[in-house]
């Protein structure tokens, strides 16, 4: 069993910045896929970003690269979105997800059906 414990939402003004934390519970949080979600108002849950169990490998989606950090520190079981140059449409609940079943070292996983346990969320509102 994983827990996950997402903070450091908020509400920020459009160019602003924030860092989202995830804290994983258990002693193979190394060897996890880790991703980031997100889910705005009357909208299904999209990608943003994902890593691998080494931190080598990084994923984005297109709407957010450039400005958002994937990162993960495995001493302290954490991941970390490091999200610059805010957007209204950033807006969202932002949810950490993990990937718990076998996988390749340098493998990021991109769908939310291959992930199998989930943070409740925080909320990031970007207002203009």
């Known amino acids: 069993q994983v827990q996950l414990v997402e903070s450091g939402g908020g509400l920020v003004q459009a160019g602003g910045s924030l860092r989202l934390s995830c804290a994983a519970s258990g002693r193979t949080f190394s060897s996890y896929p880790m991703g980031w979600f997100r889910q705005a108002p009357g909208k299904e849950r999209e990608f943003v970003a994902a890593?691998?169990?080494?931190?080598?490998?990084?994923y984005y989606a297109d709407s957010v690269k450039g400005r958002f950090t994937i990162s993960r520190d495995n001493a302290k079981n954490t991941v970390y979105l490091q999200m610059n140059s805010l957007k209204p449409e950033d807006t969202a609940v932002y949810y950490c997800a993990a990937r718990t079943s076998s996988s390749l070292p340098g493998v990021v996983v991109l769908t939310s059906d291959d992930y199998n346990y989930w943070g409740q969320g925080t909320q990031v509102t970007v207002s203009s």
């Open positions: 890593i691998s169990r080494s931190g080598g490998n990084l």
